[in-house]
């Protein structure tokens, strides 16, 4: 009798600990999709993050909506979403008209991610994005439109950022000087604002643009960068449109309203505002709030322009 009760006690516990078996495996595929434990540590970092800046940012009149509610449109999007970024692929010139996503204070302080270098096709864009391959031998950079630079806080972010959709054909000098400048001073301003929503994308225009490689990827003439900061009291706006070449200029000399950009680009950067704070906030800017790093500018001039 003893020896049956033994049996079944012990063909209970192989039972139960098979089941944790399975449950721990449903668990790990259903809510991880086979990440690795580096993926996981990964994504609980990024909760943590994010946690911090609500607990910084804990006046319900300064918590800041999603960025889904922000989003541009423009004709004809393909709508691709990662997820710190989206975009909108554009088929016929091989690269993103747009890229939004969110910059915070808490992120850009954040070092966890190094540069990746992984560049590869964009599994998410219906039709295919383009490939390393047509930017070979081309003589442009692989211009990031979000930059590397602003997803430090998380490997999953870095990676996300060296899909082909992200990237687009800037001049080496271009890439390397000013737009480089602007990125990092867009990042100095989200420590300042603690939270920005940014867009950013090439100026294809209305022409036919210079294509390289097998899939024909536009050359754009133009960059764009709009940035948008909610927080209350001091809510503003700004866009930047560069030529894609050396600039010696300053950023300020490329500074312009939204409105003049969605012009040029045919792209409605903010639709989902209120009509009376999107007309506020892109009809004019206020060159006061957006301060230049001095340091830096000189730093492009003698340095980065040459590299």
Not at 8 to 27: H, N, P
Not at 33 to 41: F, L, P, R, T, V
Not at 219 to 246: G, H, R, S, T, W
């Amino acid at each position: 009798m003893n020896e049956n009760k033994s049996f079944f006690g012990g063909l209970i516990q192989m039972i139960i600990l098979s089941a944790l078996v399975v449950l721990g495996i449903y668990i790990y595929y259903e809510y991880f999709d086979g990440q690795s434990i580096a993926d996981i540590k990964d994504e609980i970092e990024d909760v943590i993050h994010d946690t911090d800046s609500l607990i910084q940012n804990n006046n319900p009149n300064q918590i800041v909506e999603e960025l889904d509610n922000y989003l541009p449109r423009s004709e004809g999007d393909i709508i691709v979403n990662h997820r710190f970024y989206t975009l909108s692929y554009s088929e016929k010139d091989e690269q993103a008209k747009w890229v939004a996503f969110e910059l915070t204070k808490s992120r850009v302080n954040s070092f966890i991610a190094k540069r990746t270098n992984d560049f590869r096709e964009d599994p998410a864009v219906p039709k295919g994005s383009a490939t390393i391959w047509d930017y070979k031998g081309s003589g442009y950079d692989r211009g990031h439109l979000c930059a590397a630079g602003d997803m430090t806080f998380s490997r999953t972010a870095m990676s996300e950022t060296f899909y082909m959709s992200n990237m687009s054909p800037q001049h080496r000098s271009f890439n390397r000087g000013i737009w480089k400048e602007l990125e990092q001073q867009t990042r100095d301003w989200a420590r300042q604002n603690d939270h920005l929503y940014v867009i950013t994308g090439p100026v294809l225009g209305k022409r036919e643009n210079k294509k390289i490689g097998d899939n024909r990827v536009s050359v754009p003439k133009a960059f764009y960068k709009v940035i948008l900061d909610l927080k209350k009291p001091d809510q503003k706006a700004i866009a930047y449109m560069i030529p894609n070449e050396k600039q010696t200029k300053r950023l300020e000399d490329f500074e312009m309203s939204i409105d003049q950009l969605e012009k040029i680009t045919d792209i409605d950067f903010f639709p989902a505002l209120p009509d009376n704070q999107e007309h506020e906030l892109e009809s004019n800017y206020n060159p006061m709030y957006w301060i230049y790093d001095e340091e830096r500018f000189k730093t492009r001039l003698s340095v980065w322009n040459n590299e």
